[in-house]
T-cell receptor
Framework: GNSVTQMEGPVTLSEEAFLTINCTYT??????LFWYVQYPGEGLQLLLK?????DKGSNKGFEATYRKETTSFHLEKGSVQVSDSAVYFC????????????FGDGTTLTVKP | NAGVTQTPKFRVLKTGQSMTLLCAQD?????MYWYRQDPGMGLRLIHY???????AKGEVPDGYNVSRLKKQNFLLGLESAAPSQTSVYFC????????????FGAGTRLSVL
């Protein structure tokens, strides 16, 4: 079956530091890949997505590239801000699986001023 | 611009009591899902629905029942609450198209004493 493994947290960075959160996946088909973000007390919301190999998703300074050869979708940001403090979830979705998504366990990011 | 709305936001139950969580979406989405989120365990799928009048079991369905009588509503029921069901519950919906982006509600925090 499908699975998503992401970097364990928590991750603590200083403001303006570089961020990488690793995500690797296992899937039988050709999934779409997503990063969701969850701010305290809220539900998950889409941060970025990629639907095929070599696609790069980007939003709010965050980027991730769909790497089929390494089955990875690592999240990066060049300069984090305090407002980026949240929990980040990597996920995949397979059209053949009733539209269900498989989520990683989440990585908590704290950015200190 | 409501999106996915969950009610109630908070609830405290005693062991053995019953309750229903309501999820409503105004985006005409076909697919809807109920998840629970527990510390260190990510999101786990409880039940899901691929259309009005249909439901299916997810990863952790025991102790829960669901109904989808109307396309826009997806109800999650706990017939006899147990302390192990203390969790944050999230509802999500997706149009079921290629993108398969999931849209989440803000969550229901449930404590069972």
């Amino acid at each position: 079956g499908n699975s998503v493994t992401q970097m364990e947290g928590p991750v603590t960075l200083s403001e303006e530091a570089f961020l990488t959160i690793n995500c690797t996946y296992t899937a039988t088909g050709y999934p779409s890949l997503f990063w969701y973000v969850q701010y305290p007390g809220e539900g998950l919301q889409l941060l970025l997505k990629a639907t095929k190999a070599d696609d790069k998703g980007s939003n709010k300074g965050f980027e991730a590239t769909y790497r089929k050869e390494t089955t990875s979708f690592h999240l990066e940001k060049g300069s984090v801000q305090v407002s980026d403090s949240a929990v980040y979830f990597c996920a995949l979705s397979d059209l053949t699986n009733a539209g269900k998504s498989t989520f990683g366990d989440g990585t908590t990011l704290t950015v200190k001023p | 611009n409501a999106g996915v709305t969950q009610t109630p936001k908070f609830r405290v139950l005693k062991t053995g009591q019953s309750m229903t969580l309501l999820c409503a979406q105004d985006m005409n989405h076909e697919y809807m899902y109920w998840y629970r989120q527990d510390p260190g365990m990510g999101l786990r799928l409880i039940h899901y629905s691929v259309g009005e009048g249909t439901t299916a079991k997810g990863e952790v369905p025991d102790g829960y029942n669901v109904s989808r009588l109307k396309k826009q509503n997806f109800l999650l029921g706990l017939e006899s609450a147990a302390p192990s069901q203390t969790s944050v519950y999230f509802c999500a919906s997706t149009p079921g198209t290629l993108r398969n982006i999931q849209y989440f509600g803000a969550g229901t925090r449930l404590s069972v004493l």
